[in-house]
């Protein structure tokens, strides 16, 4: 129980062009889903915190024009990178929170996706 | 405001050697604390949890105890395996002052030869 999941796993697009990655939750309701940034060899940071039907919470210096998180129903939300660059170039990592009874989630633990790389050419 | 120190990396073991990882935190509020793992290439795992002080969380052989007076959530194995290569992260989530948010360690890369 508690699979998070996200598409696409990996993305290679040209720079100026955007890009959406989707995370769902497959087997519970996620109130909430946090978005992260990854670089490598380093810990995850922390982008925005969306709850369902509302807009997310940004980050302090993270562009909320430049990534667009729409979190429209109870089990999915998007991360979108608005004309990419080079420097956009990561691993993004989303992850829910939810409680469900059927698979035993528990509150205010995180369920993490498996991730997408972005490379930007 | 909350802040989480692990200890440094990489870590390099044999198989079947003890292994710790130290983990202090500092919070404003009564945190759970988590540990996670990183496997090469994916998101994380949760490992184990503990949601107050003294509590024991524990899962595929390791195991971390809540110690409200040192401030610590150090990660223990008793025996390895290289299987557990890995990265793995502390982390802290303190529902008083920033909901369900983590606050993460640096992590640490630790390797088990065979």
């Known amino acids: 129980g508690a699979v998070v999941s996200q598409h696409p796993s990996w993305v290679i697009c040209k720079s100026g062009t955007s890009v959406k990655i989707e995370c769902r939750s497959l087997?519970?309701?996620?109130?909430?889903m946090f978005w992260y940034r990854q670089f490598p060899k380093q810990s995850l940071m922390l982008m925005a915190t969306?709850?369902?039907?509302?807009?997310?919470?940004?980050e302090q210096g993270v562009e909320k024009d430049k990534f667009l998180i729409n979190h429209a129903s109870l089990t999915l939300s998007t991360l979108t990178v608005t004309s990419a660059h080079p420097e956009d170039s990561s691993f993004y990592i989303c992850s829910a929170t939810g409680y469900d009874l059927g698979v035993r989630t528990e509150k205010e633990t995180q369920y993490f996706g498996p991730g997408t790389r972005l490379l930007v050419l | 405001g909350n802040s989480v120190t692990q200890m440094e990396g990489p870590v390099t073991l044999s198989e079947e050697a003890f292994l710790t990882i130290n983990c202090t935190y500092t919070a404003t509020g009564y945190p759970s604390l988590f540990w996670y793992v990183q496997y090469p290439g994916e998101g994380l795992q949760l490992l184990l949890k503990?949601?107050?002080?003294?509590d024991k969380g524990s899962n595929k052989g390791f195991e971390a105890t809540y110690r409200k007076e040192t401030t610590s959530f150090h990660l223990e194995k008793g025996s390895v395996q290289v299987s557990d290569s890995a990265v793995y992260f502390c982390?802290?989530?303190?529902?008083?002052?920033?909901?369900?948010?983590?606050?993460f360690g640096e992590g640490t890369q630790l390797t088990v030869n065979p």
């Open positions: 982390a802290l989530s303190d529902q008083e002052t920033s909901g369900s948010r983590l606050t």
């Open positions: 503990a949601t107050k002080a003294d």
């Open positions: 087997d519970f309701q996620a109130t909430t």
């Open positions: 969306s709850n369902e039907g509302s807009k997310a919470t940004y």
